[in-house]
């Protein structure tokens, strides 16, 4: 069970993700920033509950200050190297290889298909936390409910495209096979992985990433499908961990956020492919897969 005070620093971050869309409250001749508001009382919970040690507040202040620099900072070159420094941190801590972080586990070891193996999901305050600061900081979002509808009409027929690519060749592969399962997980397990995986893996693959190679390359006339290929690429070298098979899907699927990115050059646009597909894997295909 968790307890009390560690949903509460979970919540508190999630709540500070959704608060990257909202506009600077001011106070008089100041103005503060509801994300960043939430993000430290998530911060102080985190403290509190044993889910953040002091190494950790290091490493994120560190991030943050990066990013901030990667976009803010008037010489070029200090751009490029804290950008090398925000791409280095931010893996490190997406893949669990700094101190400081105690995650918890919300699914542990539950079968959720015949024939597939256990599956345990943690949430990942270091991994949310990633994509609050690359997401606040550094990527291209939409501006208002208008802005939102209308990178919906442009990806729908993209993100239905990447469902039955990707999904396809899984139940081609043997992969997975149809298992419509509506389990009281289901909406767990799409909250968690929206919060604390997609948005941090499409924040730095698409909004990082491919926006940065897409900008540096602009003059080129491939350099924008280069971008596109790169970031798929590398989202799904990332996935190599889980064998050739799942990398192979995950760069197909990245192709797919790739372009919806290209599209509208707003992240709702990938963040919207990659959980549609995450939750429709999940709830209508055995999961995460077969053995």
Known sequence: ??????????????????????KPISLGR???QPWLAFFVAALAFGMAAGVLRAPAIVALAALAGSAY??????????RVVC???TAVLALALAVHKLPGF?????????????GAPPFTQYANFDKGAVGLILLALLCSRARSWNE???????????????????L????????????VKLSQLTMQFIAVNLFFTVVAEEAFFRGFLQHRLAAALARRPSGQWIAMACSALLFGAVHLPGGAAYALLATVAGVGYAYAYHLTRRIEAPILLHIALNAIHFAAFSYPALR
């Open 1 to 22: 069970m968790i307890s009390d005070i560690t949903l509460a620093t979970y919540i508190l971050l999630a709540a500070a993700i959704c608060a990257a869309w909202a």
């Open 30 to 32: 100041a103005a503060i």
């Open 69 to 78: 620099l990667t976009a803010r900072a008037p010489q070029r070159y200090v």
């Open 83 to 85: 950008g090398v420094v």
């Open 102 to 114: 105690n995650n918890a586990i919300v699914i542990d070891a539950v079968t959720l298909s015949p």
């Open 148 to 166: 939102f509808g209308g990178v919906l009409k442009q990806v729908l027929p993209v993100l239905l495209a990447t469902l039955v690519a990707v």
């Open 168 to 179: 396809g060749l899984a139940v081609a592969m043997g992969a997975v096979r149809p298992d």
